[in-house]
């Protein structure tokens, strides 16, 4: 039986941790340990977390942000696999069981899974089980299909260590950077059963879409400035698909001024999608006025 080490980061996180604790502790295949990276918090988060020990490790460090939470589970982990889980999130019980059979029938070692969009109260939203799978850089630069998040990923530490952990100078995009980059050392695995529960509230970093523009835009950076021949044949394409996308969230916001300056990006980068770009812009428009 493989180990795993599931890491959950915390920041006042006393509402929800309780559940993602005990979402992992009941799993069908019980993980070796569970850490709580406490990153800084002001309320119950490391009390709620200490009253699960001796069966959950709590460790404290000042607030340097999620990846650094991350990255520093990672590196007092003990077990051959990781696995992450974000303290607002949990699992089903079978989560790391379909995980792990799935890498040891592949032979992969990198995988992430469906999942279900819930809001603060839980209550459900919708489903995404279109992930990707295999060599995943066309799909993540042209954004077709989900990514392995931080609350669906389970990477070997090997794979992990080589792509030097999760990048702390970036927030909203360190997903999708990391899974990219993860991405170019190992094929992604994917379990589309809905195994994990994706809380959305006001509080996530993708209800800002300011920080996503700066944070995007650096990733596709690092995507590009050493990329193979590969990725750089999909140049045109990605820029065009990452403007498209960073449109519409401005244009769901409500911001036209910046839905339409990436709208024309978009543009510059592959003329093409100006036939389906502006009537987009124009029903979301029509949407928030009425």
């Known amino acids: 039986m493989l180990n795993v080490s599931v890491i959950i980061p915390a920041f006042n996180a006393g509402r929800y941790v309780r559940e993602s604790i005990e979402s ?3 799993q069908t295949y019980p ?3 569970l850490i709580v990276v406490d990153d800084g918090s002001t309320d119950q988060t490391s009390a709620v977390a200490n009253c699960f020990e001796p069966r959950v490790r709590v460790v404290r460090q000042k607030n340097q942000g999620v990846s650094a939470a991350r990255n520093h589970g990672a590196r007092v982990a003990v077990s051959e696999w990781l696995a992450f889980l974000d303290a607002d999130d949990w699992w089903r019980p ?3 069981e379909a995980q792990m059979h799935l890498v040891s029938k592949e032979g992969t070692r990198f995988a992430h899974c469906g999942s279900e969009r819930v809001d603060q109260d839980g209550r459900f939203l919708t489903h995404q089980v279109d992930g990707l799978s295999g060599n995943i850089a066309e799909g993540m630069l042209l954004f077709k299909g989900n990514h392995a998040n931080g609350s669906t990923t389970l990477v070997h530490r090997g794979v992990f260590e080589a792509a030097n952990g999760y990048d702390t100078n970036l927030s909203t995009s360190a997903d999708w950077d990391m899974c990219f980059r ?3 050392l190992a094929s992604l695995s994917f379990a589309p059963q809905p195994l994990a529960f994706y809380r959305q509230h006001g509080t996530n970093m993708h209800a800002n879409p300011a920080l996503m523009e700066r944070d995007m835009l650096r990733a596709f950076q690092k995507a590009f400035s ?3 021949h590969e990725v750089m044949g ?3 394409q990605a820029h065009a698909a990452l403007h498209l996308m960073l449109s519409g969230s401005f244009a769901s916001c409500g911001d036209t001024r910046r839905a339409i300056y ?3 990006r978009a543009m510059l980068w592959r003329p093409s999608v100006a036939g389906s770009l502006f009537p987009g812009l124009l029903r979301t428009a029509k ?3 009425s």
């Open 24 to 26: 992992v502790l009941n």
């Open 31 to 33: 993980p070796r340990e």
């Open 94 to 96: 079978e989560k790391l």
């Open 182 to 184: 993860l991405g170019r």
């Open 226 to 228: 050493s990329a193979d």
């Open 234 to 236: 999909l140049q045109s």
């Open 262 to 264: 990436h709208g024309l």
């Open 287 to 289: 949407r928030r006025a």
